[in-house]
């Protein structure tokens, strides 16, 4: 599910004026055509698809015991049922508030429909939280400009390079050429991790020995300009929302990748551990006060997610989820499906 503007330019839609006219595809890249089409077109990606993901996260929401299917075994819609509700949405970190907008408005559903069943009331919260949903689920545009540059924030230990790693794979599959900037400049391992998910693509990787990350991010964006490269994604170094001046350093790079190309970044993906709980909320609203998100990938749901956190992002800044993170290898990377969620929660 991303958009690959190239293979559209056929259609009539949805480039806004604004934006260069669509280059013609180059004729080297022909034979890789078959691929980004399916890639592009097909709902889900090539590996695990549907059944995959779905299996995976509702394992993984069923270990924390976070799944609601639980409650719908009774016979009455009473007040009991709500009230198991609430905890069971609360303890599946889907917050108070969240929690709170739910649980009103199943209450006003199952008086409107005259629902007479708990499972009736299950099909009803499903429709409400991939109503809730909803919003998260939107491509990434790749194509509308060359490169397309993104750059990967997130606090320590997210899953950012993990994740670099298993996006690359995903681009490429569907016939965009990568290349990949050692943003984290911390520490000589972070390059080599880097460079190890490089060379499982076989991508070429950016980097520079110590240095500013800055100007690493600058030479990759001028880099990947030079060669045509459909992407350019440029990883960084953890840090902490409340680390001012490594939010600040965050910032420069930003600044310095605009000045290597107009209108770059054109996507800024927070990376986000989804077992952090709420505290995932608080990095959210962090990281896009201070660079301006466009996008989230969402990681270790296989893991002791609960899941109930994108309930949570969906109320407080419903920036699209691009990607869910569903394990450590290069296939684990899928998009996200709001419908497939919400029945993921209920089901688990
Ligand atoms: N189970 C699981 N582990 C993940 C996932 N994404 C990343 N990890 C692991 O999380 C750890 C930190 O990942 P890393 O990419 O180095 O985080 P960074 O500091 O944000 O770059 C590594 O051990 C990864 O293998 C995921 O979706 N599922
Ligand atoms: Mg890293």
Redesign the pocket.
């Known amino acids: 599910m991303f958009r690959f503007f190239k293979r559209k330019s056929a259609a009539p839609a949805p480039t806004p004026a604004t934006l260069p006219p669509v280059e013609a595809e180059p004729v080297e890249a022909e034979p890789r055509q078959s691929d980004a089409e399916a890639a592009a077109s097909s709902p889900e990606p090539a590996a695990g698809g549907a059944s995959g993901w779905f299996a995976r996260l509702r394992s993984g929401l069923r270990k924390t015991g976070a799944g609601l299917s639980g409650l719908f075994g009774g016979n009455r819609i009473d007040e009991a049922l709500y009230e198991e509700l609430e905890s069971a949405l609360i303890m599946a970190d889907a917050g108070v508030a969240a929690t709170r907008d739910v649980l009103d408005q199943l209450r006003r559903k199952v008086r409107a429909s005259g629902a007479q069943t708990p499972q009736q009331v299950r099909e009803l919260l499903r429709e409400i939280l991939a109503e809730l949903l909803a919003p998260l689920q939107k491509p990434l545009d790749i194509g509308r400009t060359q490169p397309t540059v993104m750059m ?1 924030v ?13 996006l690359t794979r995903h681009l490429q599959r569907a016939g965009c050429s990568v290349l990949l900037a050692a943003g ?1 400049t911390f520490r000589a391992a ?1 390059r080599e ?1 880097l460079a190890a998910w490089g060379e499982r693509n076989a991508v070429q990787v950016i980097a520079q020995q110590g240095g500013d990350p800055a100007a690493v991010a600058f030479d990759a964006v001028s880099a990947g300009r030079a060669r045509g490269s459909d992407v350019v994604i440029v ?1 960084t170094a ?1 840090r902490l929302p409340t680390q001012q001046h490594l939010m600040e350093e965050l910032k420069k790079i930003r600044r310095v990748v605009a000045k290597a190309m107009d209108g770059a970044p054109h996507e800024v993906l927070l ?1 986000i ?1 989804s077992t952090n709980g709420q505290n995932a909320l608080a990095q959210l609203r962090a990281f896009d006060d201070a660079v301006g998100l466009s996008g989230i990938i969402l ?5 002791s997610a609960k899941g109930g956190v994108i309930a949570a992002i969906a109320r407080e800044r419903p920036i699209p989820i691009y990607f ?5 290898s290069l296939d ?2 899928q998009v996200f499906d709001a419908q497939a969620f919400a029945h993921a929660l209920l089901d688990a």
């Open positions: 990967m997130g606090v320590n230990g997210a899953g950012k390079t993990t994740s670099i790693g298993k984290d972070a991790q990883d953890g990376v551990d990681t270790k749901l296989d893991g869910v993170g569903v394990g450590e684990d990377l």
